[in-house]
């Protein structure tokens, strides 16, 4: 459903409303194919899961329309994500009681770290298409995650595995001064 909130209201502070879909990440491609994209499920959990491109689309699909909101200052309003919740997908492995945290790792080396609870909400997708379109290669196709209601850098793209832990693993950002909890509406973007 999409959003009937003026636009105004929607714009977090500090944030301004950009049309386009910029690029952010370090700059490392991975390339990974439909064919070799796997997605593993490790850690505090009762059953390690791998999963495949086609076990992925015999999930449930979900579509959502979410706000976009970057640490850079830029926020896309409406855009049309399709996926997997990621709830769904989590379900396969049963997280142990001890699950508290998640590192969600990519195939260009990055980490990002989040509640487990962040990810149990209803817009959290393991998405594939943006837009009506397969997730190209610079936005984290085949496969990212995407977490609406944080700021963009907890979005892991090419996401390749989560790892349920019993503490907080800062990551990639968060170890070097990012705030760990990314609320754009708390504008959360620099230390704790
Ligand atoms: N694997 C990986 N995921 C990443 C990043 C990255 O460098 N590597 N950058 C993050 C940052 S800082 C942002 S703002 C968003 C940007 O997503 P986009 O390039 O599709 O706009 O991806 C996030 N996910
Ligand atoms: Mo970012």
Known sequence: MTDSRPSH????????????FPVLD?????G?????????????VAQEVVLDWGQLLTLPQ???????????????????????????????????????HVVL???DGYTTNL??????????????????APLSDDHGGPVRLLVPKRYGWKSAKWLTGIEFTRDDHPGYWEVRGYHNEADPWKEERYGD
Do not use: N, Y
């Open 32 to 44: 990974l194919t439909h064919d070799d994209w796997r997605l593993r499920l490790f850690g505090e």
């Open 115 to 132: 509640p487990l609870a962040a990810l149990l909400d209803d817009d959290v997708l393991v998405a594939h298409s943006v837009e009506d």
């Open 26 to 30: 370090l700059g490392i491609r991975p």
């Open 62 to 100: 979900t579509k959502v329309v979410i706000d976009f909101h970057c640490v850079t200052t830029w926020t896309r309003l409406d855009m049309a994500w399709e996926g997997v919740l990621a709830r769904d997908v989590i379900a396969l492995a049963s997280p142990t009681p001890a699950a508290r």
């Open 9 to 20: 209201l929607r714009i977090p502070p500090g944030q301004h409303q950009v049309q386009d």
């Open 105 to 107: 790792h990519s195939a």
